[in-house]
């Protein structure tokens, strides 16, 4: 069904993704600064109503927790707006559902969140962080979906895009989405670094995770911040982090040919696939930065964010081509 | 009257027991050099904890150890040895937060002692307790807020406490099922006091550096046991 391309519902959720988006980074920075429980009452702070903290007490740790709580309600107010207007002004009922499961989506995160600071559980935190991804996905489609592009292509010739490289991204992005769980969960071990030197690990390729082994690194480090000792589940879990991560660069370098050879230098998918190989690129330097700078917060929320945009990237591309393939037929 | 009887034998024991009883004591050593201390960089961006420290910042304190290799902060706790907790009614042991830092950094408690937490800080804390096998606790103290009571009913090694709008500030307390424990001080040295007569396993931990045992006798005139970690 033809829908009519509404500009500003457009730009407004596009703000929902951008909001989102940031929101991610700055819940990157709770994660980073091991601020999350800086603030111990939800959904008060500090025994105030949220809105009404004083200023005075948002230092050290609380400020990055308080404000990504005031972010996540600005987001949560947008992504009502967005579900109701979508309910008003769009007459495809599946993007209806999509408004419905996006302002749902954003209740659970809250209170995800919520309960994380309750309970004190880390594994909610990981929980939290993998729904915060899928949710930067939703609403990104959605802005696609409302888009001028979306919904004039319908009568604007398409080229179709193999379904080899369809796949191959599709299967790419999945790869991406089970590596940003992998790193959720070394994060929320709240351990910091479980291997502090790259490209070797602990001075090995492979390295010892044997207990006597664990208990050297443990006395070997001098942690500055109040991280857990770590494990040797925690070693093994970075080197898989590593493993993954040389196997999606591969993966995203292969689809940027792929897509050359399959649609041409001049397509806007191969430039978009490009765009994709560039950010993995920079997320490699990222992570190999975050360990060279023993997990500088700024420098490993920026990995966090730069893991966001890879997945994003990934399942627009795939939303995109999936669309002109099916019109080209 | 039989029962004032075993009272009074039950009283005459301990008295015994006690006048018997010796103190334990030792020093611990450290060999090898230790990896430097860090400095506290993170607090010269907070303004509420910087004020504190118009010259250096203060460093990292895992190896606390003196000029003759004397080892401080290592825990030594004597195993096997039947002895109820008193920490109930034991003096409160008060751990306090100044200038963004715990004072002390490491502590030992019995079970069901009461940790008094402090905030001598112009700023907010959240104490937060993560624990193994006791119950945690996250609980906000304002500045000049009332002091904060923590028990733990089980024992446990190395029981991390931690402010999380500081993330520096940390501290540990072991608690332990019994009143014969101690922790080194800034000499090495350790006292266990009163010990009753009798062979133990003496038990003595560091944070970084693990855990040594011995085994003692213990005499009417006590004991002594020291103990020397290695830095590998």
Redesign the interface.
């Given at each position: 069904m033809n829908n009519k391309y509404h500009p500003a519902l457009f730009w407004f959720a596009v703000l929902n993704a951008v909001a989102t988006f940031l929101l991610i980074g700055l819940g990157g920075l709770v994660t980073s600064?091991?601020?999350?429980?800086?603030?111990?009452?939800w959904p008060t702070s500090?025994?105030y109503n949220m809105f009404a903290l004083p200023i005075k007490?948002w230092?050290?740790?609380?400020f990055f927790?308080h404000t990504h709580r005031l972010l996540a309600s600005v987001v949560g107010f947008l992504t009502t707006i967005l579900a109701i207007w979508l309910w008003l002004k769009d007459s495809r009922k599946w993007m209806i559902w999509l408004g419905i499961a996006a302002f749902l989506g954003v209740i659970a995160q809250g209170i995800l969140g919520g309960l994380r600071v309750k309970l004190?559980m880390d594994s909610l935190g990981i929980f939290h962080g993998a729904v915060a991804q899928t949710f930067l996905v939703l609403v990104c489609a959605i802005a696609l979906f409302t888009s001028r592009w979306w919904q004039n292509s319908e009568t604007e010739k398409q080229d179709s895009v193999p379904r080899g490289l369809r796949k191959h991204i599709f299967y790419v992005t999945i790869l991406i989405f089970i590596q940003l769980l992998i790193a959720a969960t070394m994060r929320h071990q709240h351990a910091g670094l479980a291997i502090s030197d790259f490209p070797l690990a602990h001075g090995k390729i492979w390295p010892d995770a044997s207990a006597d082994a664990v208990?050297?690194y443990?006395?070997?480090?001098?942690?500055?911040?109040?991280v857990?000792p770590i494990t040797a589940f925690q070693v093994e879990l970075q080197m898989i982090h590593r493993l993954v991560a040389y196997t999606i660069f591969l993966g995203v370098a292969a689809a940027f040919f792929l897509a050359r050879k399959k649609l041409g230098g001049r397509d806007a998918l191969t430039k978009f696939a490009f765009f994709w190989l560039i950010l993995l690129s920079l997320q490699i330097v990222l992570g190999a930065a975050t360990i060279w700078k023993n997990k500088a917060a700024d420098i490993a929320t920026l990995h966090v964010m730069v893991g966001a945009l890879a997945l994003l990237t990934g399942a627009l591309w795939w939303l995109v081509a999936a669309r002109r393939t099916r019109l080209a037929v | 009257m039989k029962k004032s009887l075993l009272l009074l034998s039950l009283g005459l024991f301990a008295v015994t027991q006690f006048a018997q009883a010796g103190d334990l004591t030792g020093v611990i050593s450290l060999k090898g050099t230790p990896p430097a201390e860090k400095e506290l960089s993170p607090i010269k961006d907070d303004p509420n904890c910087s004020v504190s420290y118009p010259g250096a910042l203060p460093k990292t304190k895992f190896y606390v150890v003196d000029a003759s290799g004397d080892l401080a902060d290592v825990v030594v706790v004597l195993k096997g040895i039947s002895a109820p907790s008193t920490g109930a009614s034991a003096a409160p042991v008060v751990m306090d937060q100044k200038g963004c830092l715990y004072y002390p950094q490491i502590l030992a408690v019995q079970t069901g002692q009461k940790i008094i937490v402090k905030n001598s800080d112009n700023c907010v804390h959240n104490v937060h307790t993560v624990p193994k096998a006791n119950d945690s606790q996250n609980l906000v103290q304002m500045p000049g807020g009332a002091d904060l009571t923590f028990t733990f009913a089980k024992p446990e090694p190395f029981l991390k406490f931690q402010c999380d709008v500081h993330p520096w500030m940390f501290a540990w307390v072991t608690v332990v099922d019994g009143p014969y424990f101690a922790v080194s001080g800034a000499d090495g040295k350790f006292t266990i006091k009163n010990v009753p007569p009798g062979k133990y396993t003496l038990e003595a931990t560091h944070r970084k550096l693990g855990t040594q045992t011995a085994e003692v006798e213990v005499k009417a005139d006590g004991a002594a046991q020291n103990f020397t970690f290695e830095v590998k």
């Open positions: 600064h091991e601020a999350g429980m800086s603030v111990p009452d500090y025994g007490f230092t050290g740790g609380a927790e004190q208990v050297r443990n006395a070997e480090r001098v942690e500055t911040y109040n857990k | -």
